[in-house]
């Protein structure tokens, strides 16, 4: 592969990203919680349709804690929206020298080779913003830890918990910040509160059984104008479906990336429904 140059949030140059090799095992359903590796993802938007990626952070994980960190600005010529920007605080001079997103993507899936994607986005849509435009889907399992937190802590089920509303019900020493890799971290730290939970409750040991109780929503993001088009499709013909669902993935050799820096930001994108804390659900 190629020399891929990251460009994280404050910092003063580009930074070459490395790929090291990190003995995992194969991960399947009976993978055991204690050894199974997770990668909880977040990223930020121009909030404006198709809504492109204009930062990129992930936190590599297990239960007992961090791993290493992925985090990176993405160059995007798209126009930004002005309540996005507020949000997180990205502008135009910040992307300069950034790598395009291609690339970017291309170092995130090989960061998260072999674990389970993790996501605060009742929507499935950070994950599918990572995906879209690939040949194939995403080879990964994927859990929202905010149907997570409606399970664990019994939640109304219409309901969707904010980030910041959980990392405070949790009790944990991390502040959601409205940029990728802060809010990646936090979200690391919510999904293993939970899941410190959920074994005492449920007496989880493998990342089947988490799997077998959240189910994946298929979310149907075909643009208004080509629903009505295929309203009127002959009968018999194929009309939009969903995101296709993720699989397992294979082997585990992975990679990582520096210990991230200190970080300020807010923001982007897509709104997850009722929160009001991380990114990434519902547009803006």
């Given at each position: 592969m190629k020399p891929v140059f990251l460009k994280p949030r404050g910092a003063a140059q580009l930074v070459q990203w490395e790929e090291i090799a990190v003995d995992a095992p194969e991960l399947g359903p009976q993978t055991p919680l204690d050894d199974a590796q997770f990668v909880a993802i977040d990223v930020e938007t121009t909030g404006?349709?198709?809504?492109?990626?204009?930062?990129?952070?992930?936190?590599?994980?297990?239960?007992?804690?961090?791993?290493?960190?992925f985090d990176t600005l993405v160059d995007c010529r798209a126009p930004i929206n002005p309540y996005a920007k507020k949000r997180h605080h990205i502008d135009r001079s910040m992307l300069i020298g950034a790598p395009e997103f291609r690339d970017a993507r291309r170092a995130f899936l090989r960061f998260a080779q072999g674990a389970v994607l993790v996501e605060h986005s009742h929507d499935a849509f950070d994950s599918w913003l990572v995906g879209r435009g690939l040949e194939s889907p995403l080879q990964h399992p994927i859990i929202d830890t905010t149907a997570l937190a409606r399970l664990?802590?019994?939640?109304?089920?219409?309901?969707?918990?904010?980030?910041?509303?959980?990392?405070?019900?949790?009790?944990?020493?991390?502040?959601?910040?409205?940029?990728?890799?802060?809010?990646?971290?936090?979200?690391?730290?919510?999904?293993?509160?939970?899941?410190?939970?959920?074994?005492?409750?449920?007496?989880?040991?493998?990342?089947?059984?988490?799997?077998?109780?959240?189910?994946?929503?298929v979310v149907d993001r075909t643009t208004p104008s080509r629903k009505a088009s295929a309203a009127g499709q002959a009968p018999g013909a194929r009309g939009p479906t969903g995101p296709p669902r993720s699989g397992a993935p294979g082997a585990t050799r992975r990679a990582t990336?520096?210990?991230p820096t200190a970080r300020r930001g807010r923001s982007s994108r897509r709104r997850r429904s009722g929160s009001s804390d991380s990114p990434g659900g519902s547009p803006a």
């Open positions: 404006n349709a198709p809504f492109l990626v204009l930062e990129l952070g992930a936190e590599r994980f297990k239960l007992s804690g961090p791993l290493s960190f664990v802590l019994d939640l109304p089920k219409g309901q969707t918990p904010g980030l910041a509303r959980l990392v405070q019900e949790l009790g944990l020493d991390v502040t959601p910040a409205h940029a990728a890799l802060d809010d990646a971290r936090a979200t690391a730290m919510v999904f293993r509160g939970l899941v410190a939970r959920a074994r005492v409750a449920y007496g989880w040991t493998t990342v089947g059984e988490i799997l077998a109780v959240l189910p994946r929503p990336s520096p210990t």
